[in-house]
T-cell receptor
């Protein structure tokens, strides 16, 4: 199982770019990297997913180096509403068509200040 | 299209009582998961079902049992509730490359 390591907390200010890095040294060949956002009293919400190189959507970018042992979530121009906990999750498809254990790390608490 | 539905949303139990948390999904996903989240902490995997007819232990399975009733439903049972099981329980499903879809959570208090 690919264990993930993230910074426990980060602080930023409105309008800044925030980069959160996740280490996953024993990632397997068939594992994807997925990032989630969680607000208090809610379930995690999907942000972005990638396998290698760079992925961008309307809310974030995900950078994955060639060795795939880490990944970086980039949030452009954060606002107060981006204050949340961010998790990276590593897991993949099994031959049976299901998915292996999807275990969350401790997550990163991002605080955005005015 | 409700997505992932959990019942009940809130429950208070006394120590030693039993109960079942229900999860149903209408997305035709193969894999389903049960997580618990204690206050201020991350999510911990209790059990998961990679596909209909299979279940496997996660990180913290002790004190719980699960049933994958069919492709849509995955239930979590506490046979003898303990105060340490006070938590928010989330059910999730996935298909494709592993993107998880979560229910709204079930908040359980064991006195």
């Amino acid at each position: 199982l690919a264990k993930t390591t993230q910074p426990i907390s980060m602080d930023s200010y409105e309008g800044q770019e925030v980069n959160i890095t996740c280490s996953h040294n024993n990632i397997a060949t068939n594992d994807y990297i997925t990032w989630y956002q969680q607000f208090p009293s809610q379930g995690p919400r999907f942000i972005i997913q990638g396998y290698k190189t760079k992925v961008t959507n309307e809310v974030a970018s995900l950078f994955i180096p060639a060795d795939r042992k880490s990944s970086t979530l980039s949030l452009p121009r954060v606002s107060l509403s981006d204050t949340a906990v961010y998790y990276c999750l590593v897991g993949g498809l099994m031959f049976s068509g299901g998915y292996n254990k999807l275990i969350f790390g401790a997550g990163t608490r991002l605080a955005v200040h005015p | 299209n409700a997505g992932v539905t959990q019942t009940p949303k809130f429950q208070v139990l006394k120590t030693g009582q039993s109960m079942t948390l229900q999860c149903a999904q209408d997305m035709n996903h193969n894999s389903m998961y049960w997580y618990r989240q204690d206050p201020g902490m991350g999510l911990r995997l209790i059990y998961y079902s990679a596909s209909e007819g299979t279940t496997d232990k996660g990180e913290v399975p002790n004190g719980y049992n699960v049933s994958r009733l069919n492709k849509r439903e995955f239930s979590l049972r506490l046979e003898s509730a303990a105060p340490s099981q006070t938590s928010v329980y989330f059910c999730a499903t996935t298909v494709g490359s592993g993107e998880l879809f979560f229910g709204e959570g079930s908040r359980l208090t064991v006195l």
